[in-house]
């Protein structure tokens, strides 16, 4: 019997991707574990396998095509030795499934839905509902006025209506919300988004850049951890000149190229070994601890960003952590990676150092528990005693979970990554 091609979800969190080439055309014969295709995630080009012996009969989703969603069938074969026919019978009932999609053409007929545009316009205030939520004035000026409070849109808090939604509308119309003031949605819903034209901005005026899967991807993700996780902000002053004159050392001596990033890396490491407090991740099960720190670290790529990750890195040397991350950022930028090279870190490291930002917050990349956000190191003057002195300081931000990490357990953190940091010796003992 003819069997479908679907395409598979390359991840735990994948939901759709771009099926950007096939390696067959119709009528060729494949092998279990053949290259077929190349698809396109949010992070990375990842081949696709045949899991099935058979002969291709139909191409179902071009190459190019983007937003296929997984599950969906992108091609068929048809089984060895069986006729080509058979699979183009067994595809003409979903040909015939169009003119059912357009079938349902009551609702235009239908007159109850027609007050339904005027009302799209306040989404939190609903045509025919129980309650209209308006302020005590709002009411008794509607009343004088004539005006049925549910024909109108607020522009209050929570799509609330107040005086000047009254004041505005006239008997049969409905009152716009002021462009430039967008409701607030109830606490812990998404607020609803608004096209650059209600929030005042002229069409034309700029150009649109279509969102890639990557970029719908980051938007998703940082939008829901910025609003469902609680989450905290911890800031220390780091002197580094210790670990600068060490890394200068380290690199003429054994003649690797190690970063500021590579120590920042292993010094995190060990601080979760050290304290593994901090390594934890929230799960509605309980609090996972986990056993090893699986460093992840931020990469900017064209288009967005990923965060490759070094695995176990409490038990490498700074000469292997360097190898792998140099290793990782390049197949990084090449979206080379593999899902397992990206997926399921146990805490974050993000640095803009290097393009001077002296200090930042980072948002928690969940299900991990930390992200260390790591600034640029400056010259500035320290007090050493009663004595000015001029030290190479950084900042760096801790920002927590609360869930998983308490603000006394990222203070300690803090404290023993300050100390590895500060006397670098202590890394390697």
């Not at 771009?18 to 077929?36: F, N, R, Y």
């Not at 900042?395 to 308490?406: E, S």
């Amino acid at each position: 019997m003819p069997i479908d091609v679907l395409m598979p979800a390359l991840s735990p969190t994948m939901e759709e991707g771009t099926l950007a080439k096939w390696h067959v055309k119709k009528g060729d014969a494949v092998k279990s574990g053949d290259i077929i295709a190349e698809i396109e995630t949010d992070k990375a080009t990842m081949e696709v396998e045949a899991v099935d012996d058979g002969v291709v009969d139909e191409i179902l989703v071009p190459e190019g095509a983007e937003a296929v969603k997984v599950n969906t069938p992108i091609a068929r074969l048809a089984g060895e030795g069986e006729a080509a026919p058979a699979a183009e019978a067994h595809a003409a009932p979903p040909a015939a499934a169009p003119p059912k999609a357009s079938a349902p053409t009551p609702a235009p007929a239908a007159p109850a839905p027609s007050p339904q545009p005027s009302v799209a316009v306040g989404p939190s205030v609903k045509a025919g509902a129980a309650r209209v939520f308006a302020s005590p004035l709002a009411r008794r000026i509607a009343e004088q006025k004539g005006l049925d409070l549910s024909t109108l849109a607020g522009s209050g808090p929570h799509g609330r209506i107040i005086k000047r939604d009254v004041e505005a509308a006239q008997p049969g119309q409905v009152a716009a919300p002021q462009v430039g003031a967008p409701r607030d949605a109830p606490r812990g819903e998404p607020r609803p988004v608004q096209s650059l034209q209600q929030m005042g901005i002229a069409e034309g005026s700029y150009d649109l850049i279509p969102l890639d899967g990557m970029r719908k991807t980051i938007a998703r993700r940082m939008t829901d951890s910025f609003r469902d996780v609680p989450h905290f902000p911890l800031s220390v002053d780091i002197e580094l000149d210790r670990l600068l004159e060490a890394r200068s050392r380290i690199n003429a001596v054994l003649g690797i190229k190690v970063s500021v990033n590579d120590m920042v890396i292993k010094a995190a490491a060990s601080a979760l070994k050290r304290y593994p407090a901090a390594n934890a991740s929230y799960s509605p099960e309980g609090i996972a601890m986990h056993h090893h720190a699986d460093i992840a670290m931020a990469v900017a790529i064209d288009g967005g960003l990923i965060t490759p990750i070094i695995r176990a890195a409490e038990t490498k040397g700074l000469a292997q952590i360097a190898a792998e991350t140099r290793d990782l950022a390049e197949r990084a930028r090449d979206r080379k990676l593999k899902p397992e090279e990206f997926q399921g870190g146990t805490f974050s490291v993000s640095n803009l150092g290097m393009f001077g930002i002296k200090s930042f917050a980072s948002i928690i990349n969940e299900p991990q528990g930390c992200i260390l956000s790591v600034g640029a190191g400056d010259k500035r003057p320290v007090v050493r005693g009663d004595q000015i002195a001029i030290a190479t300081v950084m900042t760096v931000t801790l920002t927590c979970d609360h869930r998983a990490v308490d603000g006394a357990t990222g203070a300690r953190w803090l404290g023993v990554f300050k100390s590895l940091i500060e006397d670098p010796i202590t890394m390697i003992v």
